[in-house]
T-cell receptor
């Protein structure tokens, strides 16, 4: 199973871009990368996912390296409400077409005023 | 739409007591999940239901049972609670087993004395 490595914490100034790195060097060719975040004990919130191409939505951008061994989540203009734990996840096949999201400890992002 | 709702929000049990955690979703999703989150840790999958009428074990199923009552509702039962089951329990749903954009409920905070 592909595992992910993230820094335990990061700071970002309000209004600046937050770049959250993730290593997944054992990822297989057909495994997707997912990003979720969890704001202070709330349920996790889906952000974005991708396979090999860069992806962008209204919340964030996901940059995946060409060898797919690492990725970066970019929050273009961080606000105080973006303070949360961010999880980088490689989904794992459970069989019969089902998949598991394994949440590690994530990166605690603190947005500083 | 309420999304994913969970009851109760808080519960204190004594060792050996039983209880059922309730989860319901109003998004017409086919797949539902139960996770637990221990302090300072990521989420771990307990059980999931890929579709109505099916349930399967996740990473940490011991001590739990589930029921997919209908398409909307997925309950988690602790038959004989133990202090090791003190945790925050999250229910989630997704459109189907292959779509891992999961929507999470607010959680149930359970303490077993």
């Amino acid at each position: 199973d592909a595992k992910t490595t993230q820094p335990p914490s990061m700071d970002c100034a309000e209004g600046r871009a937050a770049n959250l790195p993730c290593n997944h060097s054992t990822i297989s060719g057909n495994e997707y990368v997912y990003w979720y975040r969890q704001i202070h004990s709330q349920g996790p919130q889906y952000i974005i996912h991708g396979l090999k191409n860069n992806e962008t939505n209204e919340m964030a951008s996901l940059i995946i390296t060409e060898d797919r061994k690492s990725s970066t989540l970019i929050l273009p203009h961080a606000t105080l409400r973006d303070t949360a734990v961010y999880y980088c996840i490689v989904r794992v096949a459970l069989g019969a077409g089902s998949y598991q999201l394994t949440f590690g400890k994530g990166t605690k992002l603190s947005v500083i005023p | 739409n309420a999304g994913v709702t969970q009851t109760p929000k808080f519960q204190v049990l004594k060792t050996g007591q039983s209880m059922t955690l309730q989860c319901a979703q109003d998004m017409n999703h086919n797949s539902m999940y139960w996770y637990r989150q221990d302090p300072g840790m990521g989420l771990r999958l307990i059980y999931y239901s890929a579709s109505e009428g099916t349930t399967d074990k996740g990473e940490v199923p011991n001590g739990y049972n589930v029921s997919r009552l209908n398409k909307r509702e997925f309950s988690l039962r602790l038959e004989s609670a133990a202090p090791s089951q003190t945790s925050v329990y999250f229910c989630a749903s997704s459109w189907d087993r292959t779509n891992n954009e999961q929507f999470f409920g607010p959680g149930t905070r359970l303490t077993v004395l």
